[in-house]
């Protein structure tokens, strides 16, 4: 029998719908390579073999009756296990946020987008790492060891939906979600070799999401390619009553020809995301990319986006001033570990003090700083500002362009260590990804490349608000042509 | 932009934070840091730029205030370090 860990969604779809193999049969080979290959890897938390084979035969008997039936409906997931990135709650399953401060916490429902996946006939197949509380690029702040990148063991996978990339690369599992603030679904995609979409601001309810930063996260998908990535995020997006952020608008029908054909799409790069000191060979494989898109059909231009350098002193003050507020509500009182204490405020203070990481301390202490009286106008207020001229800068832009190409991050995956001493270093990994989170616009990494050390090189589309079916189309056109999201590391 | 050990602790005690000797003095040199880098942004003229807290252009709407199932006290109560008698137990607040 072929290996079902290779396949794609819309192959392992046709095959369980076939009857060509069973999601027993799918489950069981996912769960014996997450046996050999998590102690070289760490991209799960946790997994529940019993939980996720009861789950599978569940779906084959649904799938059996429905080949008696075939033009009854079937679920498009049925059957289908996927991978859930550790801050998301899922009924019955440990949520972690990668944290010691919620090492005991198990939720009582499902986030909206987890039970979309579910209505859907998915199957739960485990929790994936994260930097603490999504707070990081490289998964090295989660409380429960570093995840490895599966293209080289000694490289950070990024983050910080670190863990679903690994996963997917690593083929221990199809698809996985994954949240993103700053680029923690991008940056981890590019670093693995996968596509991952960060959908607009309140495309996709952030209910049973553990809040980081609200005016900027969001949850999205990654995969081996933008068409899989495509079908997942259409299934959670649309308006929830319970997210108050979320959405009215329709979700539009997302077209992926059979045909690569981008006449028509306006393709703008900005001269300040292709910077000095980055990555050569990052450079050369995306503008490489780029002109693929215009023999392809689309037409490229320079568009500029003349706020991007302050993106990251915005982002690095607004973020972690939610944090500090979001992350107020872990007291040691109502869930959670107690460090006990002979007062109430010894409580507050003994628990935040052991159980938080010291990224999150850090963001916590600066969000702190900059919400505090004298300092709020000067740091919370100008940043809010900033924030407008950013959002206007791709205003402006998309006025001229329909999609903004530009590298994901300015170098390919660094080692494991190399900036946990400097935290405004591994805050510059994330600079072309903040400006996204910022304006709420939507922006999808893909692969284009590897570097001369063999590790992987993503390119970025973002697109107007709402408009996540032209990336989806542009990038499907691209790997409609290229191989790159199609190769996999040697594990 | 250099703090001092007292603001590290007046920010520390805002945030309710217990902090060791050794994190007082690593966070004070790295949010120094931090902020000198942020200083950048003083530079940039935002005279008549309103404020971005949001970037939906929806206004959050209400919704119908109709009773729905919630989840049970049991349910609720189930992560919690310390109850009694379905109550959440501190320790006493007043002497």
């Known amino acids: 029998m072929t290996d079902l860990t290779v396949l794609d969604l819309i192959q392992i779809q046709e095959g369980l719908r076939k009857g060509e193999f069973s999601s027993g049969e799918l489950t069981r080979a996912l769960l014996d390579r997450i046996d050999s290959l998590?102690?070289?890897?760490?991209?799960?938390?946790?997994?529940?073999?019993?939980?996720?084979?009861?789950?599978?035969?569940?779906?084959?008997?649904?799938?059996?009756l429905w080949r008696k039936t075939p033009e009854a409906p079937l679920p498009p997931l049925t059957g289908i296990p996927i991978a859930i990135k550790d801050v998301l709650c899922v009924a019955g399953w440990q949520c972690t946020c990668g944290s010691r401060i919620l090492e005991n916490f198990t939720p009582p429902y499902n986030a909206t987008a987890v039970e979309r996946l579910l209505?859907?006939?998915?199957?739960?197949?485990?929790?994936?790492?994260?930097?603490?509380?999504?707070?990081?690029?490289?998964?090295?702040?989660?409380?429960?060891?570093?995840t490895h990148n599966p293209w080289n063991l000694a490289h950070v996978p990024g983050g910080s939906s670190g863990g679903s990339a690994a996963a997917v690369a690593a083929r221990l599992a199809p698809a996985a979600l994954g949240t993103d603030t700053g680029g923690s679904v991008r940056q981890p995609a590019a670093y693995c070799g996968v596509t991952g979409i960060k959908p607009t601001y309140g495309r996709v309810s952030r209910y049973g999401l553990v809040a980081y930063g609200s005016s900027l996260d969001t949850i999205g998908a990654l995969g081996r390619s933008?068409?899989?990535?495509?079908?997942?995020?259409?299934?959670?997006?649309?308006?929830?009553?319970?997210?108050?952020?979320?959405?009215?608008?329709?979700?539009?029908?997302?077209?992926?020809?059979?045909?690569?054909?981008?006449?028509?799409?306006?393709?703008?790069?900005?001269?300040?995301?292709?910077?000095?000191?980055?990555?050569?060979?990052?450079?050369?494989?995306?503008?490489?990319?780029?002109?693929?898109?215009?023999?392809?059909?689309?037409?490229?231009?320079?568009?500029?986006?003349?706020h991007t350098e302050f993106a990251l002193p915005v982002y690095y003050l607004i973020a972690p001033a939610e944090a500090s507020a979001n992350l107020a509500r872990y007291d040691g009182i109502r869930y959670g570990p107690r460090i006990s204490g002979e007062t109430m405020w010894d409580i507050f203070y003994n628990t935040r003090g052991e159980k938080f990481g010291a990224e999150v301390k850090r963001r916590i202490m600066l969000g702190t700083y900059a919400l505090s009286a004298g300092y709020?106008?000067?740091?919370?207020?100008?940043?809010?500002?900033?924030?407008?001229l950013i959002k206007g800068d791709f205003e402006k832009a998309f006025e001229q362009v329909d999609v903004i190409a530009t590298p994901v991050a300015p170098t390919t995956a660094f080692r494991i260590g190399e900036h946990t001493e400097d935290p405004l270093a591994m805050y510059l990994e994330d600079i072309f990804t903040l400006p996204a989170n910022l304006a709420g616009i939507p922006a999808l990494a893909f692969p284009v490349g590897f570097d001369q050390n063999g590790l992987p090189i993503g390119m970025q589309l973002m697109g107007k608000h709402f408009d996540e079916a032209t990336l989806f189309m542009t990038a499907h056109a691209y790997q409609l042509v290229t191989d790159w999201h199609i190769r996999q590391p040697n594990l | 932009?250099?703090?001092?050990?007292?603001?590290?602790?007046?920010?520390?005690?805002?945030?309710?934070?217990?902090?060791?000797?050794?994190?007082?003095?690593?966070?004070?040199?790295?949010?120094s840091a931090i902020l000198e880098y942020a200083a950048r942004l003083q530079a940039l003229d935002t005279a008549g730029i309103s404020p971005t807290a949001s970037v939906l252009s929806q206004s959050a709407p209400g919704r119908p205030d109709i009773p729905r199932p919630g989840l049970s006290l049991a349910e609720l109560f189930a992560n919690a370090p310390d109850t009694e008698a379905e109550q959440f137990r501190i320790p006493p607040v007043f002497e």
């Open chain 1, 226 to 306: 933008a068409r899989d990535v495509a079908t997942i995020y259409a299934l959670m997006a649309g308006h929830d009553p319970l997210d108050t952020t979320s959405a009215r608008r329709p979700i539009g029908a997302i077209a992926l020809p059979e045909e690569p054909d981008l006449r028509g799409v306006r393709i703008g790069a900005p001269q300040e995301y292709f910077i000095s000191g980055m990555q050569p060979a990052v450079e050369q494989a995306v503008r490489e990319a780029i002109r693929t898109l215009e023999t392809l059909g689309a037409s490229v231009q320079p568009v500029s986006l003349p």
């Open chain 2, 1 to 31: 932009m250099t703090l001092t050990l007292e603001q590290v602790d007046h920010i520390a005690n805002l945030a309710r934070l217990k902090l060791t000797d050794e994190e007082r003095e690593r966070f004070r040199q790295q949010l």
């Open chain 1, 38 to 64: 998590e102690p070289a890897l760490h991209a799960y938390l946790s997994v529940q073999p019993e939980f996720t084979l009861k789950q599978a035969k569940a779906a084959d008997e649904r799938l059996r």
């Open chain 1, 376 to 388: 709020y106008d000067a740091y919370y207020g100008q940043a809010q500002k900033a924030r407008t």
């Open chain 1, 119 to 146: 209505q859907a006939g998915a199957l739960i197949l485990g929790k994936t790492n994260t930097d603490e509380f999504a707070m990081g690029s490289s998964t090295e702040n989660s409380a429960y060891g570093v």
